[in-house]
């Protein structure tokens, strides 16, 4: 599934033209790239939240080469799903209760 | 942010509906839920994967109790972060601290 799938199926669900659909994820998905630029987190219930982490520098290696080199400190996102969810994927909850 | 404040952010950039919003809001969720539970991934340029990983039975332990419990496998919806989406936000964090040569 892609962008498009979501898109042609937001303009089916609410009649909207597809380019309003398409505005519609654009936006979505840059409220929750700069939520989280800023630090911030996103709470979306019945699916999950977005945050942010932040890494101390560790030691690695270079896989190819076997080389030790340090990976330095840095911000990485983090989702983490929701109950519902991780039931869904389980085959504990029933499509139909996932899309209302 | 929520999804409320996202709904409402959202309504004044597409001109619909608080409620519009959020059922929109909805569908982009159940999309990715409803995929994932069939066992399809999801790709988003610009954004990230969501896909199901699979968690292998393991012995557990109660962390109250320290009494041994099993864990069966499960599947777990697991998200990548897209290149675009992982260097605005590290972006964010070089640029605030100075310590880094």
Redesign the interface.
Known sequence: ???I??IN??AE??G?PKQ??E???E???S???G??????????????S?Q?R?KNPRMGRNPKTGEEAEI??????R?K?GK???Q????E?P?SE??? | MTKSEMAEKLAEKINVRKQQAEDIINIFSGSIIEALAKGDKVEIRGFGSFRVRDRAEKQGRNPKTGEKVHVPAKKVPFFKTGKDFRESVDGSETESSSDNS
């Open positions: 599934m892609t962008k799938d979501i199926r937001i669900r609410t909207l309003d659909a505005t519609a994820i936006t979505i998905i409220l929750i790239k939520t989280l630029a800023k630090d911030e987190q996103v709470i979306l219930r019945r699916f999950g977005f942010t932040t330095s400190a840095r911000t990485v996102v989702f799903a519902h969810f991780k869904a994927v389980n085959g909850l499509i996932v899309i209302e």
